[in-house]
């Protein structure tokens, strides 16, 4: 990542991502939302949103805030769009979650908060999108790993969408037929544009860079890419455009849906034999801890397929979803987006506090920042209380869920208590920590070298 820039406002992004998710956790720990509550309860739309939207959408929004302009070689369109992006997004996110709460009747229905998140969350991920597809507008190449993460800003703007209309309809500010009809049948659109077509799409792309680049991998550009971006495209079309037409007139969107299904398992195994391929053509022969633990988020994406498969052919999938959901979102997305934090905000404080001063004298490497060792126990610990968690779901043992978030919970916080080490450069021997002109990094901020 030779002559990158830093996005000022990445780190904060990163901060405001990781709060939500040990508030999730704290949430399932002590019970709140499912499966202590219905599926479809206020308490867990207000759970899923705050993973979804507070932790999932912000880490993604940060990361490519940074990383796209690397992937596409041009810089960001405005660091100026950033801050009031995030502020739009927060304050949405409160709006939505005041709503669920109205929703429930836990506070007067006097303000309209369904449609102030609806505004207010629109306003916020246009502004990410308008400033990544302005930036990818003026790039001279469009690799393929940026084109997959166009296919997931398509993704996230038909989820918003969505969200946006069940908002509207749920809050009385809409009632024209098509959109009551597509808040009642349109959920699973909504569930597989964003987690499917949004988070899951632009991980994959953002993960063929990001290994083969610590790996030290070749790039990979061939067929299976190729057609992993194809087959996966397709998928979401035929679960979205074909989704939603089938919802419009007046069908179920099931049949969609599993074509959608199946093209995207193809897609899937594609990408996981892409995967392989870097793990093995690496040249970097000792793995570093982010690709280790990549491994692991990896396996749990298959396994959320397999699992997936198999609940549908014993036709146990509609009882057993929260699983499969919680697998892809802890396991399989958190799981990557923790792997790759802890290396991306080793890698963005060393070249903030240090690149001014390279070729000045000796200055520390990436990896003196960070204690392998120390964070890899943080990690085993993050993925055994996934996998417990969801197989405490599936055996439908509510109780041991909880001890199981508790668990993900306490190595969550190991997990951050690392990534403020970094930034504080307290792993750094104290000789070498600041050499002459060296300035230490704020802890939310970043400034260009
Ligand atoms: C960004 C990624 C997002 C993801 C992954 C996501 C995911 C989900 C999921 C899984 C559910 C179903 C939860 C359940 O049944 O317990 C849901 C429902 C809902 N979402 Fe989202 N969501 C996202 C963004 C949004 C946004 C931006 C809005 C609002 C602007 C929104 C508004 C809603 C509403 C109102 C419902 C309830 C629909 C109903 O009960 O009929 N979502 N979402």
């Given at each position: 990542m030779t002559g990158v820039t830093l996005s000022r406002w990445t780190m904060s992004y990163f901060?405001?991502?990781?709060?939500?998710?040990?508030?999730?956790?704290?949430?399932?720990?002590?019970?709140?939302g499912f499966p202590a509550a219905a599926i479809a309860a206020p308490e867990t739309l207000i759970l899923v949103h705050v993973v979804a939207?507070?932790?999932?959408?912000?880490?993604?929004?940060?990361?490519?805030?940074?990383?796209?302009?690397?992937?596409?070689?041009q810089p960001l369109y405005s660091n100026a769009l950033a801050l009031p992006a995030l502020v739009s997004l927060v304050v949405g996110l409160a709006a939505l979650i005041l709503a669920f709460l109205q929703l429930d009747g836990r506070i007067a229905p006097a303000v309209p908060f369904f449609a102030i998140?609806?505004?207010?969350?629109?306003?916020?991920?246009?502004?990410?999108?308008?400033?990544?597809?302005?930036t990818m507008a003026a790039a001279p190449t469009m690799p393929l790993p940026a084109r997959f993460v166009v296919v997931g800003l398509a993704g996230v703007t038909f989820t918003v969408v969505l969200g946006a209309t069940f908002a509207l309809v749920l809050g009385g500010t809409v009632d024209y037929g098509p959109l009551v009809a597509l808040?009642?049948?349109?959920?699973?659109?909504?569930?597989?544009?964003?987690?499917?077509?949004?988070?899951?799409?632009?991980?994959?792309?953002?993960?063929?860079?990001?290994?083969?680049?610590?790996?030290?991998?070749?790039?990979?550009?061939?067929?299976?890419?190729?057609?992993?971006?194809?087959?996966?495209?397709?998928a979401?079309?035929?679960?979205i455009a074909g989704g939603i037409l089938a919802v419009l007139l007046g069908g179920n969107p099931s049949l969609a849906l599993l074509a959608a299904l199946a093209m995207g398992v193809l897609a899937l195994a594609l990408y996981g034999a892409d995967v392989l391929h870097l793990y093995r053509a690496r040249r970097r022969r000792n793995i570093e801890l982010n690709s280790r633990m990549a491994a692991y988020a990896l396996v749990s994406l298959a396994a959320s397929v397999v699992l997936t498969l198999l609940l549908l052919a014993i036709r146990r999938l509609g009882d057993h979803a929260a699983a499969v959901v919680f697998l892809i979102a802890f396991g399989w997305l958190s799981g990557l987006g923790l792997a790759q934090l802890y290396k991306i905000v080793a890698f963005l404080t060393w070249l903030e506090c240090y690149g001014p001063v390279l070729g000045k004298g000796p200055t520390p490497r990436?990896?003196?920042?960070?204690?392998?060792?120390?964070?890899?126990?943080?990690?085993?610990?993050?993925?055994?209380?996934?996998?417990?968690?969801?197989a405490a779901l599936l055996a439908g043992l509510p109780l041991a869920f909880r001890f199981a978030a508790a668990l993900l919970l306490v190595a969550t916080v190991g997990i951050v208590a690392q990534l403020v080490r970094t930034r504080r450069l307290a792993d750094v021997k104290d000789a070498a920590r600041l050499p002459q002109g060296a300035r230490p990094p704020r802890l939310l901020l970043s400034c260009q070298p």
């Amino acid at each position: 990542m030779t002559g990158v820039t830093l996005s000022r406002w990445t780190m904060s992004y990163f901060a405001a991502a990781l709060v939500a998710l040990m508030a999730a956790e704290a949430m399932m720990a002590v019970g709140y939302g499912f499966p202590a509550a219905a599926i479809a309860a206020p308490e867990t739309l207000i759970l899923v949103h705050v993973v979804a939207i507070g932790w999932l959408s912000l880490l993604m929004c940060g990361a490519l805030l940074q990383f796209l302009p690397v992937l596409v070689a041009q810089p960001l369109y405005s660091n100026a769009l950033a801050l009031p992006a995030l502020v739009s997004l927060v304050v949405g996110l409160a709006a939505l979650i005041l709503a669920f709460l109205q929703l429930d009747g836990r506070i007067a229905p006097a303000v309209p908060f369904f449609a102030i998140a609806a505004a207010l969350l629109i306003a916020g991920f246009a502004f990410v999108l308008w400033n990544l597809a302005r930036t990818m507008a003026a790039a001279p190449t469009m690799p393929l790993p940026a084109r997959f993460v166009v296919v997931g800003l398509a993704g996230v703007t038909f989820t918003v969408v969505l969200g946006a209309t069940f908002a509207l309809v749920l809050g009385g500010t809409v009632d024209y037929g098509p959109l009551v009809a597509l808040t009642t049948a349109g959920l699973p659109i909504h569930v597989v544009a964003g987690l499917g077509g949004w988070l899951t799409f632009t991980a994959m792309g953002v993960s063929y860079r990001l290994l083969a680049m610590f790996m030290l991998a070749p790039e990979l550009e061939g067929a299976t890419t190729k057609a992993a971006l194809l087959l996966g495209a397709a998928a979401l079309g035929m679960a979205i455009a074909g989704g939603i037409l089938a919802v419009l007139l007046g069908g179920n969107p099931s049949l969609a849906l599993l074509a959608a299904l199946a093209m995207g398992v193809l897609a899937l195994a594609l990408y996981g034999a892409d995967v392989l391929h870097l793990y093995r053509a690496r040249r970097r022969r000792n793995i570093e801890l982010n690709s280790r633990m990549a491994a692991y988020a990896l396996v749990s994406l298959a396994a959320s397929v397999v699992l997936t498969l198999l609940l549908l052919a014993i036709r146990r999938l509609g009882d057993h979803a929260a699983a499969v959901v919680f697998l892809i979102a802890f396991g399989w997305l958190s799981g990557l987006g923790l792997a790759q934090l802890y290396k991306i905000v080793a890698f963005l404080t060393w070249l903030e506090c240090y690149g001014p001063v390279l070729g000045k004298g000796p200055t520390p490497r990436v990896q003196d920042l960070v204690v392998e060792n120390r964070a890899g126990k943080w990690f085993l610990l993050y993925f055994i209380a996934v996998w417990a968690g969801a197989a405490a779901l599936l055996a439908g043992l509510p109780l041991a869920f909880r001890f199981a978030a508790a668990l993900l919970l306490v190595a969550t916080v190991g997990i951050v208590a690392q990534l403020v080490r970094t930034r504080r450069l307290a792993d750094v021997k104290d000789a070498a920590r600041l050499p002459q002109g060296a300035r230490p990094p704020r802890l939310l901020l970043s400034c260009q070298p």
